[in-house]
């Protein structure tokens, strides 16, 4: 069974950081692609960052966002530094098979987690 849980999310001020933590279970750990999508009020989920064998990210996140993974707890972070009002949004957790340029793809992932709401203030 594929279990995903998100947690970390909050209210912070512009330029502030929080770091997301996605709870995978094993299998979804060990066989799936983890990345981390977003969908704010009246927009489409849009992918954020990913990992499998390499790490992956948006152009809107690059050098403000790092995802990474401790394999001993079946945990993924994201690391949000120099957070925006534009990255106000439900960020979710997700597994899914894929490589390349497939992996910023929504329909690439089959599971998903509840979501965590992360605001940031101007």
Not at 62 to 88: C, H, W
């Amino acid at each position: 069974q594929v279990q995903l849980l998100e947690s970390g999310g909050g209210l912070v001020q512009a330029g502030g950081s929080l770091r997301l933590s996605c709870a995978a279970s094993r299998r979804a750990f060990s066989t799936y692609v983890i990345g981390w999508f977003r969908q704010a009020p009246g927009k489409e989920r849009e992918f954020v960052a990913g990992s499998g064998y390499t790490t992956f990210y948006a152009d809107s996140v690059k050098g403000r966002f790092t995802i990474s993974r401790d394999n001993a707890k079946n945990m993924v972070y994201l690391q949000m530094n120099s957070l925006k009002p534009e990255d106000t949004a439900v960020y979710y957790c997700a597994a899914g098979v894929c490589s390349g340029a497939g992996c910023h793809d929504v329909a690439r992932y089959n599971y998903w987690g509840q979501g965590t709401q992360v605001t940031v203030s101007s």
